[in-house]
Nanobody
Framework: QVQLVESGGGLVQPGGSLRLSCAAS????????VSWYRQAPGSQRELVAT???????NYADSVKGRFTISKDNSKFMLYLQMNNLKPEDTAVYYC?????????WGQGTQVTVSS
């Protein structure tokens, strides 16, 4: 059974940090490109960061220099380190894994940045 389970979200003050985790199971995690997306209320889901199976990374301009995506293939884990958080980072964050026609999504974790 394929599963992606996010964790680590919560309420944080502006300027604070959070580390999101995504636990994968049921598929060949190391072969997949994996990404973090986010969706704020009333907005479309947007790509935040991607890491390829070879470890190449890409980031949305809005998070460059503040967020870091990483993965541990041995643990089937994907991470997103988020620093210097801003109120506009408030959203539900989702992890996604894809390879050819196989696309898997997690259920999301809420991140709220507010004083």
């Amino acid at each position: 059974q394929v599963q992606l389970v996010e964790s680590g979200g919560g309420l944080v003050q502006p300027g604070g940090s959070l580390r999101l985790s995504c636990a994968a199971s049921g598929f060949a995690f190391s072969s997949y490109t994996v990404s973090w997306y986010r969706q704020a209320p009333g907005s479309q889901r947007e790509l935040v960061a991607t890491i390829s199976r070879l470890g190449n990374t890409n980031y949305a301009d809005s998070v460059k220099g503040r967020f870091t995506i990483s993965k541990d293939n041995s643990k089937f884990m994907l991470y997103l380190q988020m620093n210097n958080l801003k109120p506009e980072d408030t959203a539900v964050y989702y992890c996604k894994a894809f390879l050819l026609s196989n696309v898997y999504w997690g259920q999301g974790t809420q991140v709220t940045v507010s004083s």
